[in-house]
């Protein structure tokens, strides 16, 4: 079991969450059961992912969680493009969102990395 709370991808995670959230408040009321909602399931799937996997008994469980994780965070990064698509958003607002997104992933990465060295 890992403590959650001292996982830098957690809290860096959690940021994104937060700028997700903001980012789609300014989206359509017609979207709002839409690209809206998927977006933000996938942006907190990530977070909840890293979370559930933390508390697995085992580093083979946890490693598990964080390909869910990985897995999730391209389907944020596919919603953002579509919100750029359709002009809910700008290019700007993207970029800055996909780079905290992929250094997410490089932290998932080299967190599944370590995990393997232990199994």
Same mark, same amino acid.
């Given at each position: 079991?890992?403590?959650?709370?001292?996982?830098?991808?957690?809290?860096?995670?959690?940021? @994104?969450?937060?700028?997700?959230?903001?980012?789609?408040? +300014?989206?359509? $009321? =017609?979207? %709002?059961?839409? &690209?809206?909602?998927? !977006?933000?399931?996938?942006?907190?799937?990530? @977070?909840?992912?890293?979370?559930?996997?933390?508390?697995? +008994?085992?580093? $083979? =469980?946890? %490693?598990?969680? &964080?390909?869910?994780? !990985?897995?999730?965070?391209?389907?944020?990064?596919?919603?953002?493009?579509?919100?750029?698509?359709?002009?809910?958003?700008? $290019? =700007?607002?993207?970029?800055? &969102?996909?780079?905290? !997104?992929?250094?997410?992933?490089?932290?998932?990465?080299?967190?599944?990395?370590?995990?393997?060295?232990?199994?």
């Amino acid at each position: 079991m890992h403590n959650l709370r001292k996982l830098d991808v957690y809290a860096k995670e959690l940021e @994104v969450v937060g700028e997700v959230y903001k980012l789609t408040k +300014g989206f359509p $009321k =017609e979207e %709002l059961f839409g &690209l809206t909602s998927q !977006l933000r399931r996938a942006v907190t799937s990530v @977070v909840l992912n890293i979370a559930e996997g933390s508390g697995c +008994g085992s580093d $083979k =469980e946890f %490693l598990k969680f &964080l390909s869910c994780a !990985l897995r999730s965070k391209h389907e944020v990064t596919a919603c953002l493009g579509i919100a750029l698509k359709l002009g809910y958003t700008n $290019k =700007e607002t993207i970029k800055k &969102l996909e780079s905290n !997104l992929e250094e997410i992933s490089s932290m998932i990465i080299g967190l599944g990395r370590s995990l393997r060295k232990k199994v």
